[in-house]
């Protein structure tokens, strides 16, 4: 079975949810046209990223109600996609969220689970934080979202790879830091070494989508990739520009590489309980 | 003890793209499509210049010259030499009679305060000019002079945009170089014109190369001061570099607001710039 997915890589307006929608509505339809079958879009595309006080003003709710959400879940009847937003939920609380879209339908909502606090990072301020990772079903099998700082962390993948997700969707805005000698800058570098990590030691698709721009003096450098299930480079879009790229992939890779390399069958899922009821156990105790 | 050499070698296509992309980003959303820099003849301006011109077009590119009766020749010259080979438009305008208005005031000025004076005239005219050419006063202050604070507070360090801001001396050397400054900007030491003889480093009392090496061990590495020292630089030279550092940090702030409502600015009234943009 074959996915054509394209990767969102757009730079976007901040707090000006109107025209971000615009421009997704016009990316949509061109990766239509390229017979996409599947569009991906980095974190936050439809707020922009560091908000701060503006969160509660770009907040939308992931419904066929939302003046934001039902030309999108029309537009999910020709394709399937991922779009970043700020979610508000019944209580008031706003998340950093991924919805995936597909047949006219919210299929799934993820809200970012780690929110970065340090350095440049700010989210723990403005944001709640999400208390789950879960696999979900679509048409081209079982997937997984992530959000940046998510992915950051070994467990959530693993916990998605454990839950039965074959593909895994990462979605970024990245402030590129870091710059030495090499053309690639260290936090692009990191990123592209723990995707490639992650396909290997899953043996699934890895598809990261990462936005471009500037927003003050943060640059967003892009590079959205798309890793095999042999940790193969499928294809790569370039630094710090606007790109839309169409790829196939081939999903049968899958039963090649876990018929050859069977970490998921071997995989000893009692023993890694065991093992952290031991260990969080002991730290309960001290 | 010598150090070990610290590399601060950057990629110059990268470090281009980003800040050409930075310049052309953050000019446009404000709703420019022109620059205006104070070129001094020296490194730092010459190339927040040619990265301006990278990003708008020469057209799109003012560039001042404003000397000082004691500026030297050679700054004008030198200044005149990136002006002809970017093609840019440029302007002219001696500061000597609106420095000279304020600081014959005063017979016991001291030389701090006179170079303060004619920096913030500078910045008058640049901001002036900006305002006249519908451009935006692209800034050209080094990381080194920022984390050391060798800078007019709201003189030279007034600017909209600063692309230099987060690039050592060194590096902006090396970049200027790549980029194709005249050679003599990039091999002349660095000054900042104030007085005959002014040399940054001879009043720094360190060079640029070495003080570069500690900054990136403390400010990007963040060792302990304790940690330089055992990394082979002299414990004198960590104490004054970490002391300027701290005792210049007013500069790098917006003033100080008492702080009396629910929501002041600076605590937790938090917009960037690029609201709504």
């Known amino acids: 079975m074959k996915l054509n997915l394209a990767l969102a890589q757009i730079n976007t307006h901040l707090g000006d949810v109107t025209t971000n929608l615009e421009k997704h509505l016009e990316l949509i339809q061109r990766a239509q046209a390229a017979g996409a079958e599947l569009i991906v879009f980095p974190e936050l595309s439809l707020t922009g990223y560091c908000l701060q006080d503006l969160v509660p003003n770009v907040a939308h709710h992931a419904s066929e109600d939302d003046p934001v959400f039902r030309p999108l879940l029309e537009a999910s009847q020709q394709i399937d996609m991922v779009v970043g937003f700020v979610d508000e939920d019944h209580r008031h609380r706003f998340y950093i969220a991924a919805a995936y879209l597909s047949k006219g339908k919210v299929v799934h909502i993820h809200h970012k689970a780690y929110l970065p606090t340090y350095g440049l990072f700010d989210e723990g301020r403005f944001f709640a934080w ?80 990462n936005r471009v721009g500037f927003e003050d003096g943060l640059n967003f450098w892009g590079g959205s990739t798309i890793y095999d299930p042999n940790g193969e480079l499928v294809s790569k879009c370039p630094y710090h520009e606007e790109t839309l790229l169409v790829s196939e ?9 876990r018929a050859r390399l069977p970490l998921l069958r071997d995989e000893r899922t009692a023993l890694t309980r065991d093992e952290l009821d031991r260990i969080l156990g002991c730290n309960q105790r001290k | 003890m010598e150090h070990k050499k610290i590399d601060l070698t950057i990629n110059i296509d990268t470090a281009r793209q980003i800040l050409t992309g930075f310049i052309h980003s953050e000019i446009t959303r404000a709703g420019f499509s022109r620059a205006v820099v104070n070129l001094s003849g020296g490194l730092d301006s010459s190339l927040s210049c040619y990265l301006a011109v990278e990003a708008l077009g020469a057209e799109n590119v003012l560039a001042l010259c404003l000397p000082y009766k004691s500026s030297t020749p050679e700054a004008s010259e030198h200044a005149k030499m990136v002006i002809e ?59 080194t002079e920022i984390l050391l604070g060798y800078t007019t507070l709201y003189g030279d360090a007034a600017s909209a945009i600063n692309p230099l801001g987060d690039l050592y001396k060194t590096q902006v050397r090396q970049l200027g170089k790549a980029i194709g400054i005249p050679q003599v900007i990039i091999d002349k030491p660095p000054t900042a014109d104030l007085w005959l003889g002014q040399t940054d480093e001879g009043e720094l009392g360190f060079t640029y190369d070495e003080v570069d090496q500690l900054l990136y061990l403390l400010v990007d590495q963040r060792y302990r001061p304790e940690d330089c020292v055992e990394a082979g630089f002299t414990e004198n030279f960590v104490r004054t570099v970490m002391e300027r550092v701290k005792r210049n940090q007013f500069k790098r702030i917006m003033p100080l607001i008492a702080k009396l409502t629910n929501r002041t600015v600076g605590y937790d009234f938090l917009y960037l710039r690029d609201w709504g943009t």
């Open chain 2, 85 to 143: 080979a970017l093609g840019v438009q440029s302007l002219t305008i001696p500061i000597t009679d609106m420095a000279d208005a304020l600081i014959n005031r005063f017979p016991d000025m001291n030389r701090v305060r006179q170079g303060n004076i004619m920096a913030r005239v500078r910045m008058i005219v640049l901001y002036d000019q900006s305002e006249a050419f519908r451009g935006l006063a692209v800034g050209t202050g080094n990381k």
């Open chain 1, 249 to 257: 992939i081939d999903l049968n890779q899958l039963h090649r590489t």
């Open chain 1, 130 to 209: 999400g208390d789950e990772v879960r696999a979900f079903d679509t048409r081209f099998g079982q997937v997984g979202i992530l959000i940046c700082e998510d992915f950051w962390h070994a467990s959530p993948p693993y916990l998605l790879w454990l839950d039965g997700a074959d593909l895994f969707l990462f979605t970024s805005a990245s402030p590129g830091r870091g710059l030495g000698k090499q053309p690639a800058l260290e936090s692009a570098r990191w990123v592209e070494d723990i995707n490639r990590a992650y396909a290997s030691l899953f043996t699934s698709f890895v598809v990261h989508s």
